[in-house]
């Protein structure tokens, strides 16, 4: 599959900080999507994203898709301690809608 | 609606032996898929089956995994026999498009 590079790997949060982490690749997408995991759990879907330069929220929830269409961002808005969690973000190819490559996870822990 | 289930939660088994995954989708979902994240790696793509039918299995690592969805209703995931880097989290799942749902996933342990 694709290689997805997630950055950062691992960040802490301050409740009520914004909080951003991305994705790049070197290959294009025609879909992004951002899952969170909590220990235990399988992913979950947060935001899906089809068009380039598109934008969408959902809740405290931001994403968009790059315009190169190789590069997503996940922003989380006023961070609350149940945002803790592994953060994916996963990409699919022209040449495959449906098969899903996945960043490395970014680790939200709440700064003690 | 119930979401995608998996069975067992764990399981630990040793080398040589043969453990079965089960699946069972989102009601109605025609896709399928079966990834994988070992430890400290990414979640990987194995199989995608739409109905019954197998429509990508080149992220399945070798002949040791079978993957079957018999009457394109809940699908299973042999391993046999099982060898040690094996071990990780095999999640499941299921979409109507292009939104794929995930199970909780089941942790395979082989010693």
């Known amino acids: 599959g694709q290689q997805l590079n997630q950055s950062p790997q691992s960040m802490f949060i301050q409740e009520g900080e914004d909080v951003s982490m991305n994705c790049t690749s070197s290959?294009?997408?025609?879909?992004w999507l951002w899952y969170k995991q909590d220990p235990g759990e399988g992913p979950v879907l947060l935001i899906a994203?089809?068009?380039?330069?598109e934008l969408t929220s959902n809740g405290r929830l931001t994403a968009q898709f790059g315009i190169t269409r190789k590069d997503s961002f996940l922003n989380i808005s006023a961070s609350i301690p149940s945002d803790v969690g592994i953060y994916f973000c996963?990409?699919?190819?022209?040449?495959?809608?449906?098969?899903?490559?996945f960043g490395a996870g970014t680790t939200v822990t709440v700064r003690a | 609606e119930a979401g995608v289930t998996q069975f067992p939660s764990h399981s630990v088994i040793e080398k040589g032996q043969t453990v079965t995954l089960r699946c069972d989708p989102i009601?109605?979902?025609?896709?399928l898929y079966w990834y994988r994240r070992v430890m400290g790696k990414e979640i990987k793509f194995l199989l995608h089956?739409?109905?019954?039918?197998?429509?990508?299995e080149s992220g399945m690592p070798n002949n040791r995994f079978l993957a079957e969805r018999t009457g394109g209703t809940y699908s299973t995931l042999k391993v046999q026999p099982a060898e040690l880097e094996d071990s990780g989290v095999y999640f499941c799942?299921?979409?109507?498009?292009?939104?794929?749902?995930f199970g909780p996933g089941t942790r395979l342990t082989v010693t």
């Open positions: 799942a299921s979409s109507s498009y292009y939104e794929q749902y």
């Open positions: 290959s294009i997408f025609n879909t």
């Open positions: 994203l089809y068009k380039a330069g």
């Open positions: 996963a990409g699919a190819p022209p040449t495959n809608d449906y098969k899903l490559s």
């Open positions: 009601s109605g979902h025609d896709n």
């Open positions: 089956f739409v109905k019954e039918s197998k429509q990508d």
